[in-house]
Nanobody
């Protein structure tokens, strides 16, 4: 079993920066793809960023491209999401997710098989 625990979510002002962390336990961290998926109020879940094993490839949704950066620290078994220039539409619950299967390429509806409990990010004007 793979467990993921997110931290770092809080209320901020538009234009601020925030870094989310996801500590992973169980399984083989170095072999997995990870992603951040968010769900805003009344919205469907949106896959916003992903990273492959070895950080070889990353994915960003158009809505966050140029503002968010995903990274991973294999020694600390932690995945990060650095969020800059936050806007109110970035408000939502941010979930860290893991894919333990073989990587076949990024897509907007990428499927993960392990999820964290989520951390709330609220951006106000």
């Amino acid at each position: 079993q793979v467990q993921l625990v997110e931290t770092g979510g809080r209320s901020v002002q538009a234009g601020d920066s925030l870094r989310l962390s996801c500590v992973v336990s169980g399984g083989y961290f170095m072999s997995y793809q990870f992603g951040w998926v968010r769900q805003g109020p009344g919205k469907e879940r949106e896959f916003v960023a992903g990273i492959t094993m070895g950080s070889v490839s990353t994915y960003y949704a158009d809505s966050v491209k140029g503002r968010f950066t995903i990274s991973r620290d294999n020694n600390k078994k932690t995945v990060y999401l650095q969020m800059n220039k936050l806007e109110p539409f970035d408000t939502g619950v941010y979930y860290c997710a893991a894919d333990t299967s073989a990587f076949t390429g990024w897509r907007s509806d990428y499927k993960f098989n392990y999820w964290g409990q989520g951390t709330q990010v609220t951006v106000s004007t």
